[in-house]
């Protein structure tokens, strides 16, 4: 099981830090990718990084500007955002699955998400 926490309202400009804790499976296993969506559109990479937190890897739209960190000890992975802006509005989820590569962007059914956590920037 995942649970995201950690989204709320966030002024234009803003950083807000989320966070994805994982239960009942080994979760040093799994690569944690994280997704977002808006209403009536598909879920969007977002970062991802590896088993033991040694890579990463973000969409173009966030390289510079978002960092993404687990600890494998406390089963959680985080994604801190910066510069936040309206288009950055979402439902953001994590995502856990066992191919080692974070350059993978998409999800399979092999994966599993959490319920998701709602991140809204306006003024």
């Known amino acids: 099981q995942l649970v995201e926490s950690g989204g709320g309202l966030v002024r234009p400009g803003g950083s807000l830090k989320i966070s994805c804790t994982g239960s009942?499976?080994?979760?040093?296993?799994?690569?944690i990718r994280w997704f977002r969506q808006t209403p009536g559109k598909e879920r969007t990479f977002v970062a991802a990084?590896?088993?033991?937190?040694?890579?990463?890897y973000y969409a173009d739209f966030m390289k510079g500007r978002a960092d993404i960190s687990r600890r494998n000890v406390e089963n959680t992975v985080w994604l801190e955002m910066n510069r936040l802006q309206s288009e950055d509005t979402a439902v953001y989820y994590c995502?856990?699955?066992?191919?080692?590569?974070?350059?993978?962007?998409?999800?399979?059914?092999?994966?599993?998400w959490g319920q998701g956590t709602q991140v809204t920037v306006s003024s």
């Open positions: 009942g499976r080994p979760f040093g296993d799994y690569v």
């Open positions: 990084i590896s088993r033991n937190g040694a890579r990463t």
């Open positions: 995502y856990a699955d066992l191919r080692p590569d974070v350059a993978i962007v998409d999800a399979d059914p092999s994966g599993y």
